[in-house]
Nanobody
Framework: QVQLVESGGGLVQPGGSLRLSCAAS????????VAWFRQAPGKEREGLSC????????HYADSVKGRFTISKNSAESTVYLQMNSLKPDDTAVYSC?????????????????????????WGQGTQVTVSS
């Protein structure tokens, strides 16, 4: 069964850090561009970061640039999102998605390719809450 499973979410104080994991089973992540999204209640889904299958280049939304880092461990079929200097505004459900369709990862963090149909697989999401 092909699936993506996120983990690592939780409750953290402002200024703290979390590392999210997106573990793939039944597929080789090397063939997919992988993006991280988040969605807070009442807000639209936001593309945060993307790692390209073709070049390995990484891209970030302005809202998280300099604080979040995306990385991939191909041997473990896992993509990580290291989140530092967390703020209350970072509170959301975080999801990863894998796609063979996205031509440029930079478009994801610019607001494009946010539809579920743009991706072959989605994870179930993990809650991140930043609060004191």
């Amino acid at each position: 069964q092909v699936q993506l499973v996120e983990s690592g979410g939780g409750l953290v104080q402002p200024g703290g850090s979390l590392r999210l994991s997106c573990a793939a089973s039944g597929l080789r992540l090397d063939y997919y561009s992988v993006a991280w999204f988040r969605q807070a209640p009442g807000k639209e889904r936001e593309g945060l970061s993307c790692i390209s299958s073709a070049t390995g280049s990484t891209h970030y939304a302005d809202s998280v640039k300099g604080r979040f880092t995306i990385s991939k461990n191909s041997a473990e079929s896992t993509v990580y999102l290291q989140m530092n200097s967390l703020k209350p505004d970072d509170t959301a459900v975080y999801s990863c998605a894998a796609s063979t369709f996205i031509p440029f990862c930079s478009d994801v963090v610019a607001g494009g390719y946010g539809a579920r149909s743009d991706y072959d697989y989605w994870g179930q999401g993990t809650q991140v809450t930043v609060s004191s």
